[in-house]
């Protein structure tokens, strides 16, 4: 994973599991809520991404429970999902960080020059405030 | 007691493959389920979005998902090959094309160039746009056939479906009946030799597969390679150059190239390339026929035509089934069974 760029869904994903191991119902509810209802993963996307970050040894089967003849299965991350997880969150920051430097440079850039007389706030000649 | 939702859900994963079904089935129905009231669930069905996902799901599983049995992922590298080589076939035959045409007629001077142009300009302006894109829209082949060795599979994506485009061309001209459409028969297996490589290239090369790789050699020296054999087939022949005689003899000189590689030991690292190219062969050898068939009976053809494109029909069918029979052993050694 490492390797290659991580997708939305991989990363809500992740950060769904981060503070504690979830089952599939869960985790959709969680990547929804965090996004602010941007991201809604179907049932086929989010087991397309589960497969893909079990073989990238990202979460792991944490553990099993069966309701109402139903199986309930519980992931979580690995070591190594914290650590991508962490990396990816670092990478989008330093990413937001420069985009926030380079639109506030781009604003001083292009503001007016202000003409407006300004109050000294130095003393004047005669030692006294003009 | 299952509900008629449970069971339409049900019938939905049925498009996943056993394996996976056996695996994930159960707890799928749960998290469909998990917050639907029961008292509800008979008048409830499966939305399209859901039943979509499931359908790509169902797709990726059997195209060499991680986990997938053996003969899954065999499949998945044979429809990936496939892609690779069709899109070579594809992006070498539209550069060949464009030189050899672009040589003639700078080479025949005024007249040469004059009759090159009118192509464009003497139909009227939506003819002409639709010549301009036919001859332009293919060169995308040779973007989608870099980028998918470079990894931009977005790029190698787009590119391949809009360099597949004007082969529907004369496809709509045959439907509606519109004067001097082709023979429909070679319309339909021209446009399949572009659009099963490109639905091929988007099914099978997604994200989570593994890179793009060929069998031997570095893209650019294939390429040129693939190049240089078409160009050369059609002025040594080129009585016998029809929209097929250059893919074929490519195809020829490449399933010979492999035939003889695997029997030097090959590099074993290719599994499905031989079951690839058959499905190229047969792909090529459909569109062989259909552009010969309508010719065998008019007496006016030249002798070359026939000869080249009969010549060409049998040893394009030889290596089909020379490449099949080596794909089937591929196929055997992943499932011992089929033996």
């Known amino acids: 994973m490492a390797s290659r760029n991580m997708t939305r869904a991989a990363f809500f994903v992740l950060t769904a599991l981060a503070d504690q191991p979830r089952h599939g119902y869960g985790i959709l509810r969680e990547v929804e809520e965090l996004s602010d209802g941007e991201v809604q993963l179907r049932v086929g996307t989010l087991y397309g991404v589960l497969d893909r970050l079990a073989a990238d040894g990202l979460i792991v089967l944490d553990r099993e429970e069966v309701q109402q003849g139903r199986l309930r299965r519980y992931y979580r991350l690995t070591e190594d999902g914290v650590a991508a997880l962490d990396a990816e969150a670092e990478r989008m920051a330093a990413g937001a960080g420069a985009a926030k430097r380079r639109i506030a440079e781009g604003r001083r850039a292009t503001a007016p020059a202000d003409t407006t007389p300004q109050p000294p706030t130095a003393p004047g000649l005669a030692g006294g405030f003009a | ?339």
């Open chain 2, 1 to 339: 007691m299952t509900t008629l939702l449970e069971s339409r859900y049900r019938t939905v994963l049925r498009l996943l493959p056993a394996y996976y079904r056996r695996e994930r089935e159960e707890e799928m129905v749960e998290t469909y389920l998990w917050d639907v009231d029961p008292d509800t669930q008979d008048q409830s069905r499966p939305t399209l979005g859901e039943v979509a996902s499931i359908a790509a799901l169902a797709v990726r599983s059997r195209l060499g998902a991680p986990g997938a049995p053996r003969r899954y992922v065999l499949l998945g590298s044979t429809v990936r090959l496939f892609a690779l080589f069709a899109v070579l076939v594809q992006a070498a035959a539209a550069v060949a094309n464009l030189v050899l045409e672009l040589g003639w007629a700078i080479g025949r001077g005024g007249p040469g160039q004059h009759l090159f142009l009118s192509q464009f300009t003497d139909q009227g302006l939506l003819d002409g746009v639709v010549t301009a894109a036919q001859w332009t829209l293919p060169l995308l082949w040779t973007v989608a056939y870099f980028a998918l060795l470079h990894n931009r599979r977005r790029l190698a994506r787009a590119s391949a479906l809009l360099a597949a485009l004007p082969t529907l061309w004369p496809l709509l001209g045959t439907l509606t009946g519109a004067m001097g459409a082709g023979d429909p028969t070679f319309a339909t297996a021209f446009g399949l030799l572009a659009w099963l490589p490109a639905l091929a290239l988007c099914a099978a090369h997604h994200r989570d597969a593994p890179p793009a790789r060929l069998p031997a050699g570095t893209p650019g020296l294939v390429f040129m390679t693939a190049c240089v054999v078409m160009g050369v087939s059609i002025v040594v022949l080129p009585a016998a150059a029809d929209l097929a005689w250059a893919p074929a003899s490519c195809f020829v000189v490449g399933a010979l190239g492999w035939l003889l590689w695997e029997a030097r030991g090959g590099d074993g690292a290719t599994p499905g390339g031989a079951l690839a190219l058959a499905a190229l062969g047969l792909l090529i050898l459909t569109v062989r026929v259909a552009a010969l068939y309508p010719w065998l009976h008019v007496p006016e053809v030249p002798a070359a035509y026939l000869g080249g494109g009969l010549a060409q029909t049998g040893a394009l069918a030889l290596l089909t089934v020379a490449v099949a029979v080596v794909g089937r052993r591929d196929l055997v050694a992943a499932e011992p069974g089929l033996s």
